[in-house]
């Protein structure tokens, strides 16, 4: 990746990359004995030299190109245009070559080195049905490495399906780094002024005011959610602090409890030695999130303890636990079943209704489901109303690939950084 000081080492002639890299530079020793003084070829070769104008002035305005080199390459071309022949023709068209791989090296810099001041990451919807429709992701988890999952999932939303996907990360303040161990500072948030939905991962995290303040205008607004896993309880401020009562042992259950139907109460199952097998209720196997979706599947997380739930809420799938971190693993004698994804309606201050779903499951290999990634998917378009567009069976292949890192606290891959996760 060239850095905005990129320049051509002194003795590196850019007219003579050729002769420097045969391999990438193709020219014939016997060219020049064709088609010397050839009109055609002057013709050819004057286009270039106004193409590498443009581009060259470009180079130059962002500051990618020194004055050294800039004067090497006007020299170069008066003395090539003296005496120009086929095989300075296929110089010139490999230097274009080159200039153009500059010019888009330094802005995919460029954009990487915005991403990474901004601590997120923006993919731009392919041509599809949720195109005009933007989702950020909030992340911010210990454990369950919520930076390596959500960003695949934004990739799927935003490549196989058109949404313009936004993922924010904690990010350390020292080196500009992915960090869950920050728990106050996710840089970005006000991403959700203009957000269409919020898909929350968050853990114990105590963000400042000037960050809190954007989630809690979102929640107000009447957009939708969706929560996943550690997310009934994203925050743990203390009393006496102005955003205790969104804390997940306020009354009511804090920010989870009243959001998304739940705070945390404990791990039904073995948190190390069960997993879940998800079966869809029978009576809403029609509902729009379950479409596409099989009636049973398995993931490695355990259960999470979730009843009662709080407020009015519609659960669609039931979690059970099952012995062992396999598919085949039986059901755990003497453990109920208990909500595992479920939808409410949140209504705020503003008295605007807001569509919320919530699912307990989300450890880094449950996104390994197909069927999880396509309920997620689903709920994207059910949260903003858009029930006509969810296909028959969504298209949720990974993109790129997806070799997440195990669960376990504090255990995030070291020295990443938003832009890492580019597609």
Sequence with gaps: MLS???????????????????????????ANLEFRDNPTT???????LHFQDSIIKMLLLHQHLTSNTYLNILNERTRIMSNINWNFMLRFIATSMMLVACVSACFLSNTANADDAKGSITFEGSPGPGNGKHIVFV???EEYRSEESMPQLAKIAAKR?????????AINKKDGTIDPMTLDNIPGLEALDTADLMVMFLRFRKLPPEQMKHILKYIDSGKPMIS????????????????HEWSWRSKNGGFGGRVFGQTWINHHGDHHGTSTRAIV??????????????????????VYGTLPLIGECETLVMGEVTEGKTPQGKPQEGK??????????????SGKAARVLTTTMGHSFDLKSEDLRRLLINACFWGMGLEDRIPAKANVDYVGEYNPSKIGYGKCKKGLKPSDHKM
């Excluded at 996943?228 to 955003?243: A, D, I, Q, S, V």
């Excluded at 009576?283 to 398995?298: D, M, S």
């Design 161 to 169: 399906l058109g949404f313009k996907c936004t993922v924010l990360f």
């Design 139 to 141: 992340t911010g988890d």
């Design 281 to 302: 209720v029978p009576e809403k196997a029609g509902h729009p999130v379950l479409c596409g979706v099989n009636k049973t599947f398995w993931g490695p997380s355990d």
């Design 42 to 48: 002057r013709q050819r070769a004057a286009g270039s």
């Design 228 to 243: 996943l896993r550690t997310n009934t309880h994203p925050f743990n401020y203390p009393e006496g602090h102005k955003f």
């Design 4 to 30: 905005r000081n990129f320049a051509l080492p002194p003795d590196a002639n850019p007219f003579h990359w050729s002769a420097h890299y045969p391999l990438y530079f193709p020219v014939h020793p016997s």
């Design 336 to 349: 109920a079943r208990m909500p595992l994804v479920w939808i409410k309606t949140y209504t705020g201050p």
